[in-house]
């Protein structure tokens, strides 16, 4: 469980630096509502990371004592993926609807990144058979 719960704060703060950069694209750049879409979408990618995470260490506290095993909180994430819809249709002149989705979407890129850079390492420091 160590392990997971460094690569889920491993994960996080890569999802806050690319929200530090989409905030700076969106001041300094000729696009901001590009960059507001993927603010929004980040922001919230960010909040369905952090309830899965939660929900996932729930998960194997739940298997460890033998108890029935709890939801992932998926209305949730998805609740927050429409919001962001709902929020970039209803405001098309602040945020771009496509780079919402794309900002939605950045949580799960960051762990599939984070998880080949992790094996990847592994494999050549041999720890991996």
Do not use: C
């Amino acid at each position: 469980m160590p392990e997971l719960q460094q690569s889920i704060k491993r994960q996080r703060k890569y999802l806050l630096y690319l929200l530090a950069i989409f905030v700076l694209g969106w001041g300094f750049t000729s696009t901001p509502t590009i960059y507001a879409g993927l603010i929004l979408g980040t922001a919230l990618s960010l909040y369905n990371h952090w309830i899965i995470s939660k929900r996932i260490t729930r998960l194997g506290k739940a298997v460890d004592e033998g108890r029935k095993i709890p939801s992932l909180g998926t209305i949730l994430r998805m609740g927050s993926a429409a919001l962001a819809a709902m929020i970039a249709l209803q405001y098309p002149d602040q945020f771009n609807l496509i780079s919402t989705v794309f900002g939605l979407m950045t949580a799960y890129a960051v762990i599939m990144i984070d998880f080949g850079i992790q094996h990847f390492i592994k494999r050549t420091n041999g720890k991996e058979r």
